[in-house]
């Protein structure tokens, strides 16, 4: 390994050698050492053998940039960590990280989990931030984990459950007690203190399923903004409140019955819309169940597909792109339950979710004949929904009879959008 002298000029004169990060002994001061890297950075670190000589393992105690860290400090600071490690044995990184321990926030380990995990690896993930924000953060967020008791949370669960809902109490507590979880999985707790406690509300299955004169209303309402002109837009016209990309969304739910995210975040290439028979094939990393799932196309399905991927910047890779990063990202589903809201409330429909389309569609199927194992296809439910035997040794894909189911419902919802026919009278 290269070396410098204790001086403060050749320090300041020190380069990466070859171009690569270079890291420099300083000579006369045990254990201390300076990285150079090839954009100019120059780091103090102290490199030193907790257990002593007979050990093998080498770790670094880092002290700060040269810039702001003169050579007389840094010399002081390594004395110091070499004289922990010989002396006292004591290892000065795991002294310094048990201080980091000591001093996390709830805030600080959320901020940890949601960019390290729940972003990465959740669904959800924006729901958990709003469910955050609106119900925890106050209560919470600069509270530290070493402060952080039994009591304390269940004592906020019941007051939440009292000012909000006993429902909002336990998804709040069911998002706390994940944030813990992933805490001890990355040592940063000893122990969950929110584990195991008593949820307050007791959840009822959703049951809301739109009547015919609702989806009626609905659909119509998407048609009237496709025609949309600046002459609207300038007059600020109610009921002109989406994009176009948005009601394709909404109509697709309704037409497939598949799930928000599946709709919005769709890919170019999971459809094939060219084919004798129209295929959008969702990959299992998209699916609820991690199911590859197939669902051939009905015309009218299709045709909404069509216009979409028309609509769809050439270069990006999805059906709905996102406004503001087309070639990266797609809508959100959170921004289709927002839209979904906006239209509900103005055409003065009970509340109703994009999720509450997908029942409609499963009721429906079920009130026109649809065998029951022939809608779990169709809507791609959870293969424990459908047995055992199955789940695991039926391979056939039921193209066929998901296609007649997805006509059925098809053919039963144009005859509810078609507008209805006037009756002429003989005048005699």
């Not at 709905?320 to 055409?347: G, Q, Y």
Request: glycine residues 6%; aromatic residues 6%; proline residues 6%.
């Amino acid at each position: 390994m290269p070396s410098l002298k204790a001086n403060h000029r050749q320090i300041l004169a020190a380069q990466p050698i070859g171009g690569k990060r270079t890291r420099y002994r300083i000579e006369g001061v045990p254990g201390l050492w300076l990285s150079v890297c090839p954009g100019g950075k120059r780091t103090w670190y102290v490199r030193y053998q907790p257990g002593g000589r007979d050990s093998r393992v080498f770790r670094q105690y880092t002290i700060g940039d040269a810039k702001s860290v003169g050579l007389a400090a840094a010399t002081k600071k390594a004395h110091d960590v070499v004289n922990k490690v010989k002396v006292h044995d004591i290892d000065p990184v795991e002294e310094r990280e048990q201080k980091q321990r000591e001093n996390l926030t709830f805030g600080d380990l959320f901020a940890d989990w949601y960019e390290r995990h729940a972003k990465l690896k959740l669904k959800r993930y924006e729901t958990d931030l709003i469910y955050y924000n609106r119900h925890l953060k106050a209560e919470f967020d600069r509270k530290r984990l070493t402060d952080l008791k039994r009591t304390e949370i269940a004592r906020y669960r019941d007051r939440l459950a009292s000012k909000a809902t006993p429902l909002v109490s336990n998804e709040a507590l069911v998002l706390m007690n994940r944030v813990l979880n992933w805490a001890l999985d990355e040592g940063l707790l000893e122990a969950n203190p929110a584990a195991r406690l008593r949820k307050v509300g007791k959840p009822k299955p959703r049951e809301r399923v739109l009547p015919a004169g609702d989806i009626t209303k609905l659909w119509n309402a998407l048609a009237a903004m496709d025609t949309m002109t600046g002459e609207h837009m300038a007059l600020g016209q109610k009921g002109r409140i989406l994009s176009p990309a948005t009601r394709s969304i909404l109509r697709l739910l309704l037409l497939t019955g598949q799930r928000r995210s599946e709709v919005a975040e769709a890919e170019k290439v999971e459809l094939q819309l060219d084919a004798a028979q129209p295929v959008w094939t969702i990959p299992g990393n998209r699916t609820k169940n991690g199911l590859l799932h197939r669902l051939p196309l009905p015309p009218m399905a299709a045709e909404e597909f069509r216009k979409a991927v028309k609509a769809s910047p050439a270069k990006s890779p999805y059906v709905f792109p996102s406004a503001e990063d087309p070639n990266r990202a797609s809508i959100t589903p959170m921004a289709i339950t927002r839209a979904m809201a906006r239209v509900v409330t103005e055409l003065k429909i009970a509340t109703v979710s994009p999720h509450d389309l997908r029942r409609t569609v499963g009721t429906e199927m079920a009130r026109l004949g649809v065998p029951l194992h022939v809608r779990s296809l169709v809507l791609n439910h959870s293969p424990r929904s459908r047995g055992i035997t199955e789940a695991v040794y039926n391979r056939y894909a039921y193209d066929k009879e998901k296609l007649e189911a997805l006509a059925l419902w098809e053919a039963e919802l144009a005859t509810l959008i078609r507008p209805p026919q006037k009756t002429l009278t003989n005048v005699n």
